[in-house]
């Protein structure tokens, strides 16, 4: 089985240096915490290089005449980093790397390059027939509250602490997909979240990998076309009136008006992602190894082959509209 170092995922590089300065927190994610690691299995081991090079590599990718599965990425993170920006960037990456080769970091063995490839059921533990059977919670007429409940003792208890969550996760590229939980379920993140987070209209570090042009050769998900598509009506104030869809709304008193004669916006594909999916955490999320309170007998109808990793969403939202 491969080994690979295991490290705190705090993505790719700098998407702007006005929200991150000179930081190199932002680099671990995919090259390792002492940069140790070929990001997402294609890059150099940044520790080996020299000062020189790393400068020189940023601002080749900075520029678009370095790299090679790497560059569509990399170019848009280094984008906002000035000459300044980079020379302390590589100034603090030899810096870790000397510290690292005093104190190696714990390694530990997980997934093998040929484990990532495979789909994982989450709900496999949650499911299992032995548990069911056990809890029988369906044939029980009465279920006490520290069953149903998360607090799992009395409510007169104040001393009621969350349960113990490990969002301990493999870095990106290093973790194998998770199973939609029904089709066309939002898929959930299988790898570290840490340094991604929050995500913001300006600086979103997913779309380094998960944009359809390099998801591929980053082995990751990409992002669908039903986030390049533009469900909403258009909406403008115009000469003091709301107009929609071409169409003017009024506003009285404070009131939009009636808008319920609009039936159905025009339907606007873009060549860019649709703001209003910028967030990507509002609907995929971390997961964290825990117990949960109860079992789960949920199953989801058609959740097979392809709709275990692939969505067909856009087909379905737009299925019946003209």
């Known amino acids: 089985m491969t080994k690979v170092i295991k490290v705190m995922a705090l993505s790719s590089l700098l998407a702007a240096s006005a929200l991150h300065g000179a930081s190199t927190s932002a680099c671990t994610g995919c090259h390792g915490q002492n940069f140790e690691k070929a990001a997402l299995g294609k890059s150099k081991i940044v520790k080996d290089m020299s000062k020189e090079d790393i400068e020189k590599a940023l601002k080749g990718y900075k520029a678009g005449t370095y790299g090679g599965a790497m560059k569509g990425m990399m170019k848009g993170q280094v984008a906002g980093l000035s000459d300044a920006d980079i020379d302390s960037i590589a100034a603090s ?25 495979k789909v994982l059921d989450i709900n496999a533990k949650v499911a299992d027939k032995a548990r ?10 009465v279920l006490d509250e520290n069953v149903l409940g998360l607090r799992k003792t009395s409510l007169f208890n104040e001393d009621v602490k969350p349960a113990d969550a490990k969002f301990d996760r493999p870095a990106p590229g290093a973790a194998p997909k998770f199973e939609r939980a029904y089709v066309n379920a939002p898929p959930m993140i299988p790898h570290s979240t840490d340094g991604l987070l929050p995500i913001t209209k300006d600086n979103n570090q997913c779309l380094g990998c998960h944009m359809p042009d390099v998801a591929k050769s980053m082995g990751a998900t990409p992002i669908p076309p039903s986030h390049f598509t533009n469900y909403r009506p258009t909406t403008v104030y115009k000469n003091g009136e709301l107009v929609k869809e071409g169409k003017k709304v009024g506003i009285q008193k404070g009131d939009m008006g009636n808008v319920g ?3 159905l916006a025009k339907v606007k594909k873009l060549n860019h992602l649709y703001q209003g999916r910028f967030n ?11 117990k949960t309170a109860v079992g789960n007998t949920f199953k989801s109808d058609g959740l097979t082959g392809e709709f275990k990793t692939h969505s067909n969403l856009i087909d379905m939202m737009n299925d019946g509209v003209k």
């Open 261 to 263: 004669d609009i039936k």
């Open 93 to 117: 990456i030899k810096g870790v790397g000397a510290k690292a080769s005093a104190k190696l970091a714990v390694k530990e063995e997980v997934e093998s390059t040929q484990a990532v490839a």
């Open 132 to 141: 069911l059977d056990k809890e029988d919670l369906g044939n029980k007429k």
């Open 280 to 290: 990507c955490s509002q609907c995929h999320a971390p997961q964290a190894d825990v």
